[in-house]
């Protein structure tokens, strides 16, 4: 009986365990992609296209925004949603950058 007792024991730490580590990941999803990560601001991400450095990015027009990039993954409306450049975070649907790609119709 001895041996029952210590694997009810080791199972019921490593749940416990597995228990602990899900209640600590941060909850509400993917972070919003940062304009000041170096990733995004060699893109010249920003998350208001109309705030789009003209000087730097030239071929950017106001009408170019994240929503309308065949990049952009989320839904129609939504205010956010994922992109591949910034793989795991989110970006917004009224954002852009240098990686804007007009979406097919």
Known sequence: MGQTTRRIFLLSIAATGTAMAATTAPA??????????????????????????A?????????????????FQGKAGDATGPCPIFAGRLVSSGGWCSSWVKKAA
């Open 28 to 53: 509400g999803g993917p972070a919003k992609v940062d304009e000041k990560d170096p990733q995004a601001a060699a893109l010249g991400y920003v998350s208001d296209s109309s705030k789009a450095d």
């Open 55 to 71: 000087k730097k990015f030239p071929q950017h027009a106001a009408t170019q925004k994240c929503s309308g990039c065949m990049l």
